[in-house]
């Protein structure tokens, strides 16, 4: 896609091809010889990693759907029967189930990656904001997945987000309730609810597999960022794809793998909720409502907003303004490696998410014992939620009007073959 | 709460030290060493089969085990009795049939007709509906024991924990409700449940010890089964999948290495 197409058919039948669906041109110029930057690191194989378990949740989640019944009364016994009487059906619901979290994982060290390397900046402004589009359908499809088994949890969860629209009514009132009424289908959560997401959770996926599409076509016109931040400047700084980034990617996908299957044969459980494991009991209200660990950070914000509307619009703005980020950060240097000030605002704000994520799983009520005083947790969710918002809304763009970035190296190609100190 | 302990260890926060116990608060749980724990663990048979023969003879009176079939009796990785074993335990409960061929469902007294279990049937309940086993337990529903330990924080250890955690002093000032008992392993520690075990209460076929730790160890092996009857299964072949994958990974790094060897 970037440049001239090299591929040269070599036999009758691929030149015949080639003039009427130039698929293996196609796959010639974006998959074997796209020019990559030769310097990426670790960081940039999640790209990989992501398009593997996304497969992995596809595949999992069609057998399982041959198996899955979305009815009230039928689910939570269906997934059961998956577990104990479907062949192998334990290993498909387990991948699917741990698959989730560590697509999240993945997605989430993908992200930071971004933020870090200041992928988002020009020319990748599209690129980045597919990406929150993915991220966003993610989030949909992962909640809507969450509800399926119709345990405790799934119904609670349920429950507790659909109303989250009721908020609304203190804008105009009723139109909340109309939403939430609109969304389940019914009067409450219920039947009809269960088959809607039944339904969506299927579709979504295959709308993520569409935008993944756009996304790595975005990618492909300017090319991938890299650690350094600068342009590629030229053939010396750059390899084809295949078989540099085959190669590279593949062993980092095996890695993952690896710890994918410590997830799935000797924790599977670990990352689930107990509660899920009790059927759906609309006149039983778990103690504790919490999210799946990769929606926390969010949950905490939520609840540190006494205000509900004004928590659900924290809530949904967190989300929202990550398609902002191109036009908030003002430096002109993309890779944090030069930007000696705003890197540590930056590992601040990572530690400011894992804690957010801390906080969304204690008990509403928790405090910590600081010098003889109880705190509220829910005052280290505001200051967290408080530090979420400045980062991209303050630091981004008075940190990059006020900061000297470090001199940027000449090239790609001078960086990698004679490291500079 | 999942994420206290490694994400606090992560921010090296000492400061959520637990503060004072507060009236119904559950107790730290029996932590227990279960063969079925940890990446190779396999379930101990002879607990299996003992802890079969306490459900059978003390849980089931009041506690339904909905999910499990009779046949999964006899299948590997669960109790492993025999065939024979299996469908003599079938035949010993009766279950629901089908109406007869007049096309009746209930006898000449109005009871419904039943049948001797088959190895395709399911544990029949022990209450005909959930108002049946309220009305029978003061008003409290019986768990289901299928998933249970999926289904309770501590998994195994709580099962452990509660069933040996009765006769104890109630901490003063705790009034237990009348018809309940004290319990400090369930959360408000009022339990419905009456102290289920008791020394030498079942008396097992093959004469091993039946003291209340032996009983309560066997069953909470049989429902760890119960609640996760493919465990052995997922352990042996997530053994075979970590082999490979950690082979098939370090070829790929070899292959990594060689394809980089120029570009660097």
Known sequence: MSGPSTYVPKTEFTRWLDSRLPLLRFTHDTVLTFPTPRNLNFWYAFGAILTFFLGVQIVTGIVLAMHYVPNANMAFDSVE???????????????????????????????????YYGSYKAPREI???????????????????????????SFWAATVITNLFSSLDQVIPHLGSIIATWLWGDFAVGDATLNRFF????????VIAAVVGLHIWALHVPGNNNPLGIDVKGPQDSLPFHPYYTAKDAFYVGLFAILFA??????????????NNIPANPLVTPTDIVPEWYLLPFYAMLRSIPQKLIGVLVLA?????????????????????????????????????????YL?????????????????????????????????????????LLETPRALPDSIAKSVLAPAE | MRFALPLGLIFGLALSAPGLAAVG?????????????????????????????????????CHSLNRVAFHTLSEEGGPSFTSAQMKAIAAGYKVLAGPNDKGETVDDKGNPLTRPGAPADTFPPPFANEDAARSANGGALPPDLSIIEKARAGGPDYVYSLITGFGQKPPAGFKVTEGKYYNPYFIGWDIAMPPPLSDG???FVDGAPNKIADEAKAVVTFLAWTSEPHLEDRHRIGVGVMAFLIVLSGLLYLSYRRVWKDAH
């Open chain 1, 360 to 400: 969304g799983d204690q008990s509403a009520d928790a405090v910590w014992h600081i010098g003889g005083t109880d705190v509220p947790l829910v005052w280290f969710a505001r200051l967290g939620t408080a530090y979420y918002y400045a980062f991209f809304w303050v630091l981004m763009p008075v940190v990059g």
């Open chain 1, 127 to 153: 690129l980045w904001i597919l990406g929150v589009i993915i991220y966003f359908l993610m989030v949909l499809t992962a909640f809507m997945g969450y509800v399926l088994p119709w345990g405790q949890m």
């Open chain 1, 262 to 275: 410590v997830l799935v044969f000797f924790l599977p459980e670990y990352v689930g909720n107990p509660d």
């Open chain 1, 199 to 206: 339904s969506l959770h299927y579709l979504l996926p295959f």
């Open chain 2, 201 to 203: 209460q079942v008396t």
């Open chain 1, 81 to 115: 029967n998956i577990m104990r009487d479907v062949n192998y059906g334990w290993m498909l619901r387990y991948m699917h189930e741990n698959g989730a979290s560590m697509f999240f994982l993945a997605v989430y060290v993908h992200m930071f990656r971004g933020l």
């Open chain 1, 317 to 357: 703005g967190a989300i929202l303004t990550l398609a902002f980020i191109p036009w908030l950060d003002t430096s002109r240097v993309r890779s944090n490696r030069f930007r000696p000030l705003m890197k540590q605002f930056f590992w601040v704000f990572v530690a400011d998410c894992i804690l957010l994520g």
């Open chain 2, 25 to 61: 608060d559950q107790a730290p749980l029996k932590k227990m060493d279960w063969s079925f724990e940890g990446p190779l663990g396999t379930f101990n048979r002879a607990d299996l089969q003992h802890g079969f023969q306490v459900y059978k003879e003390v849980c089931s009176a």
